[in-house]
């Protein structure tokens, strides 16, 4: 069984920063990709940032230039540095692996307010 632990989100002014991190752990193979997605008030679910296995990355055009993922292997773990942050970034944003199959983290809550 894979776990997700997702942690570091939280309140913070518009133009703070924080750091989200995702360790996984159990019975891995092969990582394909892991990521960060994000679900606000009323939206569907999407896409924040994702790294692959060769190490290439994806954004979402909303967050490209604050946003930076960067990944551990040896610990299995995603981050997610947030910076210059926005109202419009506030969400619950969560955790996903790709391997064989997709798992996804419960859920950590980021707000952004003044």
């Known amino acids: 069984q894979v776990q997700l632990v997702e942690s570091g989100g939280g309140l913070v002014q518009p133009g703070g920063s924080l750091r989200l991190s995702c360790a996984a752990s159990?019975?891995?193979?092969?990582?394909?990709?892991m990521g960060w997605y994000r679900q606000g008030p009323g939206k569907q679910r999407e896409l924040v940032a994702r790294?692959?296995?060769?190490?290439?990355?994806v954004y979402a055009d909303s967050v490209k230039g604050r946003f930076t993922i960067s990944r551990d292997n040896a610990k299995n773990t995603v981050y997610l540095q947030m910076n210059s942050l926005k109202p419009e970034d506030t969400a619950v944003y969560y955790c996903?692996?790709?391997?064989?199959?997709?798992?996804w983290g419960q859920g950590t809550q980021v707000t952004v307010s003044s």
């Open positions: 996903h692996l790709r391997a064989n199959v997709n798992y």
């Open positions: 159990g019975s891995i193979f092969t990582i394909y990709a």
């Open positions: 790294i692959n296995i060769g190490r290439s990355t």
